[in-house]
């Protein structure tokens, strides 16, 4: 089956820029959004953050590629049968044994996503259960996949949740990595909490709110109303996240919004990190 390039009617032309820009923007809100943090934090080392490159780098790349055959033998069997629902083509290539890794596939691949769901719902909720957040937005997940309507649309639905959760990763990096090179403290609603023995975060973060919410007024509608592909679009909301961020906290410090003290903790972050460091080198001298 080779693509002569022909657009189907009632979609867009989808060329290369498209395809690049699709396959690295279409999971920003688990990797650069930081919803991996939410299975990565019970890592023991730094190093294993690896396993998520590694994971999207397997279940992406070859996935695709023979997503893309499995699509092509469906078009064989019968050129006017353009659906892309992963059940009817995996039936066709692996029969029952093709529905069985298809169900296998989507569960594995969203428990990462139901479980941070859920733990978002339990925030929303301090009192519920995480079991039962989770088992919530479990049944409320699959109620919406029988939906073909929803299903179809599950790649623009991706990149919008990209384009949505994708600044939140962009804080945690420039917090982490810029912010002490540009003389500005980390981990502010952490180290600036009422009470120092309690771990909670309880102060906001307001250049971080208020650059979210700028960055979606621009971004969505951008996304949304204007012909500029949706794949095209977490560009600016990247780029205007990460300079809002870094101009707005600066702007609360210098008009005295923001106050650190002289003598501020360390982020944690980097403690942890300095701490594994030096108990596996104690480990490799013993």
């Not at 973060?205 to 592909?229: F, G, H, K």
Request: net charge negative.
């Amino acid at each position: 089956m080779i693509s002569k390039g022909i657009v189907i009617e009632g979609q867009s032309k989808f060329g290369m820029a498209h395809c690049i820009f699709f396959a690295w923007f279409v999971d920003l809100q688990l990797h650069l959004g930081q919803n991996d943090q939410t299975l990565l934090r019970f890592a023991k080392t730094a190093s294993i953050g690896w396993t998520s490159a590694g994971g999207m780098y397997i279940g992406h790349y070859f996935a695709w590629i023979v997503a893309g055959c499995m699509y092509a033998v469906q078009l064989q069997e019968d050129p006017t049968k353009t659906s892309v629902a992963p059940g009817p083509i995996a039936q066709l290539c692996g029969g029952n044994f093709g529905l069985f890794i298809i169900i296998i596939a989507g569960w594995s691949t969203a428990n990462p996503i139901i479980y941070s769901s859920g733990l978002g719902l339990q925030h929303i909720f301090p009192s519920m259960k995480a079991w039962l957040s989770t088992i919530i937005v479990g049944i409320l997940a699959t109620a919406a996949a029988c939906f073909p309507a929803l299903t179809n649309g599950i790649m623009v639905f991706l990149t919008l949740a990209g384009i949505i959760l994708c600044p939140m990763g962009v804080f945690l990096f420039t917090d982490h990595f810029v912010f002490p090179r540009v003389g500005l403290s980390s981990e502010l609603s952490y180290n600036l909490r009422d009470d120092e023995e309690d771990d909670k975060c309880n102060v906001n973060n307001w250049p971080a709110i208020w650059t979210w919410l700028a960055v979606e007024v621009i971004s969505l509608p951008v996304a949304l109303l204007t012909p500029v592909s949706s794949y095209f679009t977490p560009i600016i909301t990247l780029c205007f996240s990460f300079v809002s961020y870094i101009g707005l906290t600066k702007l609360w410090v210098n008009k005295g919004w923001i106050v650190y003290e002289k003598d501020e903790p360390q982020s944690s972050l980097t403690s942890i990190v300095e701490e594994e460091e030096t108990l596996e080198e104690e480990e490799q001298e013993v």
